[in-house]
Nanobody, 117 residues
């Protein structure tokens, strides 16, 4: 059974940091692109970052550049999103997804990130 489980969300003050984790099961993450998306209330889903399985290259959305870092630990079948210098505008439900960066096949259930003072 293919499954992606996110964790690490929570409440953080502006300027703070969080690290999200995405644990994959039922398939080997090595060969898949793994990406992070987010959706804020009333807004469309937005691509945050993606790591390509074939060469490890990474891409970032404009809002994430310079502040967020995607990584993966294939031995643990887990991907991460390190988020620094968080802003209130980063408040959203964050989802990890695997398959291809453009059209993922598998999605997690999401984890809430709230940036507030």
């Amino acid at each position: 059974q293919v499954q992606l489980v996110e964790s690490g969300g929570g409440l953080v003050q502006p300027g703070g940091s969080l690290r999200l984790s995405c644990a994959a099961s039922g398939f080997t993450l090595d060969y898949y692109d793994i990406g992070w998306f987010r959706q804020a209330p009333g807004k469309e889903r937005e691509g945050v970052s993606c790591s390509r399985g074939r060469d490890g290259s990474t891409v970032y959305g404009e809002s994430a550049k310079g502040r967020f870092t995607i990584s993966r630990d294939n031995a643990k079948n887990t991907a991460y999103l390190q988020m620094n210098s968080l802003e209130q505008e980063d408040t959203a439900v964050y989802y990890c997804a695997a398959g291809s960066c453009e059209v993922p096949d598998y999605w997690g259930q999401g984890t809430q990130v709230t940036v507030s003072s």
